[in-house]
């Protein structure tokens, strides 16, 4: 593929949409979750909340899968080194 120099705002808006859904997704399950369990500490909360982390680490690295064509020059970077 091809490197990007701009991204169309319709794909930006639709990243944004579809990632929003992602995060909404877990706010609902986690109330629901948390609902349930009312007062009394559960496994299924204390499950949820371990699952929590790799969750949204895993949304991170699939956001970052749509903007890998990036145009490295744009950034005044190489890609081989670190900025000084």
Same mark, same amino acid.
């Given at each position: 593929m &091809?490197?990007?120099?701009?991204?169309d705002q319709r794909y930006i808006e639709a990243c944004r949409s579809t990632f929003a859904a992602h995060v909404a997704a877990y706010r609902r399950l986690s109330d629901a979750v948390a609902r349930e369990a009312g007062? @009394?500490?559960s496994s299924t909360v204390?499950? &949820?909340?371990?699952?929590?982390?790799?969750?949204?680490?895993? &949304?991170?690295l699939a &956001?970052?899968?749509?903007? @890998?064509?990036?145009?490295?020059?744009l950034?005044?970077?190489?890609?081989?080194?670190?900025a000084p």
């Open positions: &091809l490197c990007e120099n701009q991204y007062a @009394t500490p204390s499950a &949820l909340k371990s699952f929590e982390a790799h969750y949204f680490n895993n &949304l991170v &956001l970052d899968s749509h903007f @890998t064509h990036w145009a490295r020059a950034e005044k970077k190489d890609g081989c080194c670190a």
